[in-house]
């Protein structure tokens, strides 16, 4: 269980490249340098391709980071230089050498760095795109996609999943009484408790308004019931003393084998949760689908 759970976090995760690919993108980046630099060779020091040299030194940027493409710049300065040498360029003296190395390796290094600013503000957008901006959790759409991830691994290596809603009671209160920003205050602690009380490998969202919803990978009903117990209680006690009268209404559904579309998750925890709020508000629902 241990390693099928290790193996989908790495699949809801996304991080850096993984090794391999990361080793995969330095050899491609090492190979397209090596083949420029034998062409700048081959064509003799009148033809000057020096501007061809930014195309491994970007890849590397991109792909790998950008010490990496600081690295490939030095290395593409040297390797220009060298096979112009060694087709038989001369430089009046070891100055006029070392202020050509020392311009061309900033210039790199300047390219080096307009790209990865535009990585950095790319990254930033594509991060707003699928997290809530108030919370820090992922949005609904970015939760689905993670929850379809989830899904399909469960379905494959038939294991168990639980999908979990959570809505807060009386929040509306807090908002009449006390402003919207101590309402915000409240999203915020509730998401905070939720994503440092689960595992990396489960899947936080908020739906919407005051609703959160969890997917817990690998999870079957006797361990789901133990953890969203006790988290309803730590979300209540991470609120401050006005702002208790704010509960958690929970409906869990756990799948021992899982339905085929994520539709149906949500749409059967959704009931769930609708359940518990009739049933009188600060509760908690659990369904369990045998397989």
Do not use: W
């Not at 430089?91 to 600013?117: G, H, K, P």
């Not at 006797?222 to 208790?244: D, H």
């Not at 958690?248 to 359940?275: C, I, K, N, W």
């Amino acid at each position: 269980m241990a390693g099928r759970a290790t193996t989908l976090g790495q699949a809801l995760l996304e991080t850096q490249p993984a090794g391999r690919s990361m080793k995969g993108a330095v050899a491609v980046s090492l190979g397209m340098l090596i083949a420029i630099a034998l062409v700048d060779y081959f064509s003799g020091y009148e033809v000057q391709i020096s501007v061809v040299y930014l195309v491994p030194i970007f890849y590397a940027a991109t792909k790998i980071g950008r010490p990496a493409g600081m690295a490939f710049a030095l290395l593409g300065s040297v390797a220009g230089i060298g096979s112009d040498l060694l087709a038989g360029q001369h430089y009046s003296s070891s100055l006029v050498l070392a202020i050509v190395f020392v311009l061309r390796t900033a210039l790199f290094l300047v390219f080096v760095e307009v790209v990865a600013a535009l990585r950095h503000a790319l990254d930033r957008e594509k991060e707003s795109a699928r997290t809530d901006p108030l919370t820090g959790v992922s949005n609904r759409r970015h939760f689905i996609e993670l929850t379809g991830t989830a899904l399909a691994f469960a379905r494959r290596y038939r294991r168990p999943m639980t999908i979990v809603y959570l809505d807060l009671d009386n929040f509306k209160q807090i908002n009449d009484q006390l402003g919207h920003q101590a309402g915000d205050e409240v999203l915020r602690a509730v998401a905070h408790t939720i994503r440092t009380r689960l595992r990396a490998t489960d899947v936080v969202g908020r739906l919407g308004g005051d609703e959160f919803a969890v997917c817990l990978p690998e999870t079957a009903a006797e361990a789901a019931s133990q953890v969203l117990g006790k988290l309803r209680e730590e979300c209540t006690a991470a609120l401050p003393e006005n702002r208790r009268s704010v509960t958690v209404s929970v409906g869990m559904v756990t799948f021992a084998y899982p339905p085929a579309t994520v539709d149906e998750l949500l749409e059967r925890t959704d009931t769930m949760l609708y359940a518990a709020k009739r049933e009188g508000k600060n509760r908690m629902i659990h369904e369990v689908v045998p397989a």
